[in-house]
């Protein structure tokens, strides 16, 4: 499967944002879908993570309460609303898809850039203070 992000973009503190992930070449709808992000000097880290039927989400503790993560298997598509942005959520934004459904079980796995084995090219967010 390939997958495209785009919806990056400069925005205030304080602004939203949606980012999108397109998908071809295979249906998602039984791949766990994320999202990453990786600021400047800084190592990839999990931002939030929905299940194949869109019924469980998880969220990293830093963006819980502001980014909500949705999918559309029929369109073939996954969603991140970034809402309250802060200057710190600045990063290149990845998403990601796994095979693996047994990455949803804890912490340690969803969290892991290992555990996806698809990844979109990434697409910027900057937010200025």
């Known amino acids: 499967v390939q997958l495209q992000a785009f919806g990056g973009g400069l925005v205030q503190a304080g602004g939203s944002l949606r980012l999108s992930c397109a998908a071809s070449g295979r249906t998602i709808s039984s791949l766990v879908m994320g999202w990453f992000r990786q600021a400047p000097g800084k190592e990839r880290e999990f931002v939030a993570v929905?299940?194949?039927?869109?019924?469980?989400?998880y969220y990293s503790e830093s963006v819980k309460g502001r980014f909500t993560v949705s999918r559309d298997n029929a369109k073939n598509t996954m969603y991140l609303q970034m809402n309250s942005l802060k200057p710190e959520d600045t990063a290149v934004f990845y998403c990601a898809a796994s095979s693996n459904g047994g990455v949803m079980t804890s912490i340690r796995t969803r969290a892991s850039p290992g555990n996806y084995n698809y990844w979109g090219q990434g697409t910027l967010v900057t937010v200025s203070s």
């Open positions: 929905i299940s194949w039927s869109g019924a469980t989400t």
